[in-house]
């Protein structure tokens, strides 16, 4: 099949590293700086190699565009842009609108259209379908899906081929098709009786881990309060078989989809009038987070950080990744440059944030470890200041959660 991937971003590039194994795959990015680095076989994303990539182009399965026109002749289009919050931290979906504008303007004959893009329920029925349509200067029938992406990036033990894949068409055949297209690199479809469903389970999903991570920061809290330690706290109720799962206790959560993917559910209640309760709760608890932890480092330190130089370890969301979408390590600076501290940041994978390059490891009086990642030499990080507070829990002897 001939497909464009709208969106060459961590989850549009991995979908295209898969389906171009089979499919003649354009990757359509509105940014040619993507585009270029792209089409020199050069991939920005963890989980998606420039040698993979290469071939694929190598083989005249992949090429990146910017340019509407060359999607003109595909026979599926999938969606893959960015669903953020907007300032009211409601749902933005303009990246979605415009890339239903792409589609409008530049397909001229029936084809299937899939969105993987996070987005709450209705999104395909009641927005970009009608969009499309609208836009769109001739009258053209479409088939429409969803198939919300879960792929972890950095992830190897679960990925395209073995991560079951949820999907549901507005009609019928487009439900055929849509899983005649993913069967052709996904071993597991899953299919649920509408779109709405599919789109709901995503953000219930990645609701089940915001809220379950809040709760277990809100008891590292106790358990400090307690004198007791959160991990063998929760190591000892984690020898339970059956009804438990564990979750650490961490500086917050970031990236794009836990902070972001409950608030589309919360949006999505709201408009039924229905509270979402929980979900605003979590956000709360996992937003205060940082100011948690500067408030023990600064009890530690005797009561101030004034002048203090402390250094943040680790910026990026999560372990093994450069990821800094939404990082909780902007709220622990913010949170340590209101305290009057001195403040740098250093992480391995990070080479560059805000303008700024990651500092050598080292040099402050206090460390503060947000994210550790598996090249970070742990010895080193504990001996790099003579104060550590680990919020990872993956350092020994040292202050912590
Ligand atoms: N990153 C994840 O782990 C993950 C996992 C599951 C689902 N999702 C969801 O997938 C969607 C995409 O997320 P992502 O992480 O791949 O985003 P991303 O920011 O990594 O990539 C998005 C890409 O889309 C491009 N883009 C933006 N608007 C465009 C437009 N109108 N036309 C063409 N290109 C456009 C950007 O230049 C960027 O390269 C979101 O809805 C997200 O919630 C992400």
């Not at 076989?41 to 509407?68: C, F, P, Q």
């Not at 649920?192 to 709901?200: C, W």
């Amino acid at each position: 099949m001939k497909v464009a991937i709208i969106g060459q971003g961590y989850v549009g590039l991995t979908i295209s590293a898969f389906a171009s194994q089979v499919h003649e795959v354009i990757g359509f990015d509105n940014s040619e700086k993507v585009v270029a680095h792209l089409n020199a076989g050069e991939s920005h994303i963890e989980g998606v190699s420039s040698e993979v990539l290469k071939s694929a182009i190598k083989n005249g399965m992949y090429r990146a565009t910017s340019i509407g026109s060359d999607i003109s002749n595909v026979e599926i289009v999938v969606i893959a842009v960015p669903t953020p919050l907007d300032l009211n931290r409601e749902p933005d979906l303009s990246y979605i609108e415009s890339a239903c504008s792409t589609i409008a303007l530049n397909i001229k004959k029936p084809i299937l259209v899939i969105n993987e893009s996070t987005s709450f329920p209705g999104t395909i029925r009641n927005l970009i379908k009608p969009l499309i349509e609208k836009l769109s200067p001739t009258k053209i029938e479409h088939l429409y899906a969803i198939s919300p992406e879960r792929v972890d990036p950095g992830r190897v033990d679960w990925d395209q081929e073995n991560t079951p894949r949820l999907y549901a068409g507005l009609t019928p055949e487009a439900s055929k098709l849509t899983h005649l297209f993913y069967s052709t690199f996904c071993d597991n479809l899953v299919e649920v009786s509408s779109p709405e469903v599919a789109e709901a389970a995503k953000l219930f999903e990645n609701t089940f881990r915001q809220v379950n991570i809040a709760l277990v920061n809100e008891f590292a809290q106790i358990s400090n309060a307690i004198g007791i330690s959160v991990y063998e706290t929760l190591e000892a109720a984690n020898t339970k078989p059956y009804g438990f799962m564990k979750f650490n206790p961490s500086a917050g959560v970031g990236g794009h989809c836990i902070p972001v993917d409950p608030s589309y559910l919360a949006y999505a209640a709201s408009k039924k009038g229905v509270p979402a309760t929980f979900i605003e709760r979590a956000n709360e608890v996992n937003l205060e987070m940082p100011k948690y932890i500067v408030s023990r480092v600064k009890a530690d330190n005797g009561g101030s950080l004034k002048g203090k130089k402390v250094q943040v370890v680790g910026v990026a969301y999560k372990p093994n990744v450069a990821d800094v979408r939404e990082t909780p390590a902007e709220l622990v600076i913010n949170e340590l440059m209101l305290e009057g501290a001195i403040v740098d940041w250093h992480d391995p994978l990070v080479k560059e944030w805000h303008n700024q390059q990651s500092s050598s490891l080292g040099g402050s009086e206090i460390a503060i470890v947000v994210t550790l990642h598996d090249v970070s030499d742990r010895a080193e990080v504990i001996s790099s200041a003579p104060y550590v507070f680990d919020t990872t829990g993956k350092l020994t002897g040292v202050k912590g959660l």
